[in-house]
């Protein structure tokens, strides 16, 4: 394992892919990586729909799959079998999760996966997890009482990929922080979950760094001793794109960074591909990659 000089494990910064784009997920289906994008109303390139939308984008063509899910927001993928599944929900602080289904990701299927009445949700992560059940992070804002400090982590379990039902109260992350954004991966016999928290900052307001937790439980969670495990740095604005033209190029240097969120990773013949976001948080955010030279296993496990 490639380690610095503290022991933490390398995470090799490539540089910015795209701009207004913030959540997407690196997933393997059929033999191909795809990147999965939440594309928002406002995404920079023509977005003509006049609404936000999901799609795929295969990594090696650049070639992109039908738009589908107008009008929803905050996507996340999982691959199972012959079957891609998409997580996202119809508002932002909205109180259900929806699941999309296809088999060749041009048609879709979907149906309510978690209804949550007086709830406000956000992000979602899935994995499968202990016993083969299928487990999803999913990122709540209210009601007070469930969320502590917005915003927090809950869990939902499956055993389809389809019909989610809530864990009790006790499986959660954290109320007493800011933690957001969950990216959540299970190797026997631990739970890995990379998140965002928020760092306070002045004079200029908070800043925003990964950081990852594991647990056999879902209920008691061990922080890494390496966290953050990513942070802003010039490496963010290194133009890894062609498709970044000039004037893109030039509001990249201006932009004052002090965010990395929104992680999201899998393993690709070997190594690990990683996407995250940069930039302000307050709506000036680009695309970024990095990569660990190793699987996916190795590099959360060498966290701990």
């Given at each position: 394992m490639a380690r610095d000089s503290s022991g933490k494990p390398i995470l090799r910064k490539l540089g910015t892919v795209d701009c207004d784009m913030v959540e997407t997920t690196p997933v393997v289906f059929?033999?191909?990586?795809?990147?999965?994008?939440?594309?928002?109303?406002?995404?920079?390139k023509p977005n003509s729909t006049g609404a936000s939308y999901f799609r795929f984008v295969d990594m090696e063509t650049g070639a992109f799959t039908p738009a589908f899910a107008r009008g929803y927001h905050l996507g996340s993928a999982h691959a199972q079998g012959d079957t891609m599944y998409v997580y996202g929900v119809p508002a932002w602080d909205g109180p259900s999760v929806q699941?999309?289904?296809?088999?060749?990701?041009?048609?879709?299927?979907?149906?309510?996966?978690?209804?949550?009445?007086?709830?406000?949700?956000?992000?979602?992560?899935v994995?499968?997890?202990?016993?083969?059940m299928f487990v999803m992070a999913v990122e709540i804002g209210r009601p007070p009482e469930e969320a502590g400090v917005p915003f927090t982590v809950r869990f939902a379990l499956s055993a389809d990929l389809l019909d989610w039902q809530l864990t009790p109260s006790d499986r959660v992350y954290s109320r007493e922080k800011y933690t957001a954004c969950p990216a959540l991966r299970w190797f026997e016999p631990w739970y890995y979950m990379i998140y965002l928290e928020a760092y306070p900052r002045s004079p200029a307001g908070a800043e925003y760094k990964t950081h990852i937790v594991r647990s056999r439980d879902l209920v008691h969670w061990e922080p890494s001793r390496f966290n953050p495990i990513l942070e802003h740095s010039d490496e963010d604005k290194r133009i890894a794109s062609k498709a970044i033209g000039a004037a893109e190029r030039e509001r990249i240097r201006g932009i004052v960074n002090v965010n990395n969120s929104d992680v999201d990773l899998c393993e690709w013949r070997g190594r690990t591909v990683?996407?995250?976001?940069?930039?302000?948080?307050?709506?000036?955010?680009?695309?970024?990659?990095?990569?660990?030279?190793?699987p996916l296993q190795e590099l959360l496990e060498g966290y701990f």
């Open positions: 059929h033999g191909r990586l795809y990147r999965f994008e939440y594309v928002r109303d406002r995404y920079y699941v999309f289904w296809s088999r060749d990701l041009e048609q879709w299927k979907e149906r309510v996966a978690l209804g949550t009445p007086g709830w406000g949700l956000f992000n979602t992560s994995c499968q997890g202990q016993g083969g990683l996407f995250y976001s940069w930039g302000t948080q307050k709506g000036d955010e680009f695309l970024a990659q990095a990569e660990y030279d190793g």
